[in-house]
């Protein structure tokens, strides 16, 4: 079999004459900006002049070069992904309408190739054009709360339900609306005589210890009848069989049994543990086809069972429970084919240095490219795969859901083989926007409709989420599906519906943020499963720098607002900062205090959770990562620069931790440990921030097997007796004896904004390259490191007491040898 990739493509808008050289994978937009047709979109509010492209039809065109040798071979064109109304004519046939970014598309082209050049040509079709005839059809306007139809110049038509494409196209309350077509995955033509292997995939029913047991399935397209013979093997195992194949597409289902098997495992159990399978496939000459496929084995549920507490909500990884600690991932980019693979690397490597197990793939965005799975199976990081359906209600006739099947299919089909896959959930959000009215915690969806709409749309909502999708995951693979995130139970009961914490299924908690809430609520508001919650914050000045110079250095300027796509979003930075943080003292002390303060609340939120184990066995933070420059709830901004909370969730997800907090008149200290029992000696002083040393104890113990405990109380009122509690601060360190464990936190007795910070040098002393030792003389708070390249420090804005010194490591994102790192406390941006 050969295999072809066609790049060399130009493009045009219809209409017009003039030809440009395109970029595939691409988009439209992204094509029209490396030919200088227009301004950077992430640039000021430059999204608003560029909101016409999607109102125009698009062409592009490319040769496909035949020989004659090929034309006495089948050939297979296929597109991996076409965004997302195309018309593809070959030698000015039309061979293939389309109407689904998420669908791959194979089109057998022999019969319509020559000898010599032949043209491929793809209109893509406006998606704005295209369906606003269905939402005039359907006579009301579904919900769709993210859609920026007005930055589209279409008032309140919300059209992204009726298209099959990426849901934060057209806009979110963190990204900007650039409604794009385009071919943004890669097109090929694959060539063969008899057979081609199109699918092959390992279905393990048992992965045990001492075997695992399956069957591989195997899917061909047999150009010629005949007698082959396939061979499938790894490095334990191997199986021949010779069988006659009729012409057409065709399944052969082979056993497979691997004894002692080495397990796939998360990075945090043990190894991520890949295989290659290789399927051979001879007739009586000679070798005709093969494929190889990675993969692990290892069986992953989602229990779900009643208890005493509720119903349980939890990962079980090879017969051991998990506890989930991880993030959400949102597109890399605004425009998807524009993410490297390095990019998709950066990404892992800082799930990996924050020590997530899990991420998951929101259902706003796409079905990540091949290289982000692949990634997480090497690296032994679980997903959540969402599908792509968020926010809105979805229309429910014949041609969607079809649509909507194939799609699911080709997905599930794609993706199954990857061992980190844990779980398939139907969508983001919709059961319970949809279920409740505003006065039950809900969004009120309902209110617009009569009885007899509402009757069609949740009908229609069934018909996807309860009957197509879950049967297309219980057809094609092996994973657990759940309908709808949040949700409370897989039951017909109007009260499985859940948006605050409850005692079963998974939590999407907001009343810390949109809510306008207190902090503290996170620790009164701890479902089985925190699947979202998050705090917003600025990115740093660098990556502010890049969408506006400093005549816009204001919280309110005009491109500041346009990169706020949460609407009231820095008046609520703002109001909790106020309450909670002293008062900035420039543009730039703005900037700091946010992630600090965004710091400050998800520490709060992940301790809760961890403490509260096994109750809520899982915390998923709201968001991990932007897709352009922009204030939003991530802890890494568009160009992989860490924020502040990523160092804290560095932190915070460690195996071993320590939470501290106030409980009446007591403080209490609970020791969390995700991993074997392990003992050591726990170390409580409380100190003055002068360096003063009040009160220290040394306390012999023993973390148990995956557990949270409480491990010492003090009297708050005999611990502080004597000092004044806006002075002091408790320090918590917990060493292992037969370990190299050393993890400390903090606890303060008042708000930051009232503890009396001073102004001091931070001292940075170079140890070695790359490596350094950071003090002060007095005391410091949220030390921000600063380096002149880009990079990350394994530590950074973390506290200081007086004389004491923090080795931290720089992690350059290229080879550098002259590196200055500038360090500065908190008492250096406020008033």
């Known amino acids: 079999m050969e295999k072809l990739m066609l790049e060399k493509w130009r493009f045009k808008q219809m209409g017009e004459k003039e030809w440009y050289p395109a970029y595939v994978p691409g988009c439209v937009h992204t094509d029209l900006l490396k030919n200088k047709l227009i301004v950077d979109p992430f640039y000021g509010d430059h999204e608003k002049d560029l909101q016409w492209i999607d109102k125009v039809d698009w062409c592009y065109e490319t040769t496909l070069h035949v020989t004659e040798e090929m034309l006495v071979k089948q050939m297979v064109l296929i597109f991996h992904g076409l965004d997302t109304y195309a018309d593809i004519y070959l030698n000015d046939v039309l061979v293939q309408k389309t109407a689904n970014m998420f669908r791959i598309y194979k089109l057998p082209i022999r019969h319509l190739v020559a000898r010599g050049e032949n043209r491929l040509r793809i209109v893509f079709k406006s998606p704005i054009q295209m369906d606003l005839p269905k939402l005039h059809a359907l006579g009301y306007q579904l919900p769709a709360v993210n859609d920026d139809s007005a930055m589209g110049g279409l008032g309140d038509k919300k059209l992204s339900i009726f298209a099959r494409k990426a849901p934060f196209h057209y806009g979110w309350d963190w990204g900007p609306r650039f409604v794009t077509s385009g071919i943004y995955k890669p097109v090929e033509l694959k060539i063969y005589e008899e057979l081609i ?189 969402d599908f792509m359906f968020a926010c809105s209600m979805y229309p429910g006739d014949e041609t969607f859901v079809a649509n909507v099947k194939q799609e699911a299919i080709d997905q599930v089909k794609r993706l199954r083989h990857h061992p980190s896959i844990a779980l398939w959930c139907g969508n983001n959000e919709m059961d319970a926007a949809w279920a409740h009215y505003e006065e039950d915690g809900g969004w009120g969806w309902k209110k617009p409709f009569s009885n007899v709409e509402r009757e069609k749309i949740w009908s229609d909502y069934q018909k996807v989420f309860h009957g197509v999708l879950k049967e297309t995951v219980a057809t094609y693979t092996t994973e657990d599906y759940w309908s709808s995130s949040p949700l409370r139970l897989e039951i017909e009961d109007a009260s499985r519906h859940a948006f605050t914490a409850s005692n079963a299924g998974d939590v999407h908690y907001w009343d810390v943020w949109h809510g306008k809430k207190p902090f503290e609520a996170y620790h009164d508001n701890v479902g089985r499963f925190m699947s979202e919650y998050g705090f917003q914050s600025f990115p740093e000045k660098r990556t502010i720098d890049t969408f506006l110079t400093e005549k816009d250095y204001a919280i309110d300027s005009q491109y500041m607002l346009h990169h706020q796509k949460n609407g009231d979003g820095n008046h609520l930075i703002e109001t909790y900062m106020s309450e909670a943080l002293p008062k900035p003292k420039d543009f730039e002390g703005y900037l700091y205090l946010s992630q600090v303060l965004q710091q400050e609340a998800i520490k709060q939120a992940i301790e809760a959770h961890r403490k509260a184990m096994p109750y809520c066995m899982g915390t998923l933070y709201w968001q991990l990562n932007d897709c352009w420059p922009v204030a939003s709830w991530s802890s890494i901004d568009y160009f992989g620069r860490y924020k502040a909370l990523h160092y804290q969730v560095k932190e915070s997800y460690q195996r071993q931790w320590l939470v501290m907090s106030q409980e009446g008149d007591n403080v209490m200290i609970h020791g969390i440990n995700d991993g074997e029992a392990i003992s050591g000696e726990l170390i409580v002083s409380l100190t003055s921030i002068d360096g003063a040393v009040h009160f220290i104890d040394h306390l012999p113990i023993t973390l148990d097997q995956y557990s949270s405990a409480c491990l010492k109380t003090y009297n708050y009122v005999t611990l502080l007796e004597g000092v004044n509690h806006k002075d002091v601060v408790l320090t918590v360190t917990f060493k292992g004896l037969s370990q190299a464990i050393d993890v400390t936190n903090r606890h303060y007795f008042v708000k930051t904004k009232a503890l009396p910070l001073k102004e ?72």
């Open 197 to 385: 292997i199109e699918d092959l995939y390992i279905r393990m029913t048992t992965v045990e210890e001492h075997e695992a047991i399956g069957e591989v399935e195997m899917a061909f397209n047999v150009a010629h009848s005949g007698v082959y013979t396939f061979t499938l093997h790894t490095e334990s195992y191997r199986i021949e069989k010779t069988y006659e194949v009729e012409e057409g597409h065709q399944t052969i289902t082979l056993p497979v049994t691997i004894k002692q098997p080495k397990r796939w495992y998360t990075h945090d159990l043990g190894e991520p543990y890949m295989y290659t399978f290789t399927l051979s496939v001879r007739d009586e000459k000679r070798l005709i086809a093969q494929k190889q496929l990675k993969t692990g084995l290892r069986k992953v549920r989602l229990i779900t069972d009643k208890d005493q507490l509720g119903t349980s909500f939890y990962f079980e990884l090879n017969n051991q429970p998990l506890f989930i600690k991880g993030a959400n991932h949102i597109p890399n980019d605004s425009f998807v084919s524009e993410v490297t693979d390095q990019r998709y690397q950066n990404e892992i490597d800082a799930a990996l240095f924050a020590g997530m197990n899990m991420l998951r793939v929101w259902g706003g965005g796409i079905y990540e490219m091949d290289v982000f799975y692949e990634k997480c199976d090497e690296e032994g990081i679980l997903v959540w795969q």
């Open 760 to 831: 001091g040098a931070v001292m940075v002393q170079k140890i070695k390259p790359y490596v350094y030792h950071v003090s002060s003389e007095v005391f410091q708070k949220a030390v921000r490191l600063e380096a002149s390249i880009d990079g990350h420090f394994s530590a950074n804005y973390f506290d200081l007491l007086p004389n004491e010194v923090k080795e931290v490591v720089f992690y350059p994102a290229d080879v550098h040898q002259l590196i200055k790192v500038d360090a500065k406390g908190m008492a250096s941006f406020i008033v």
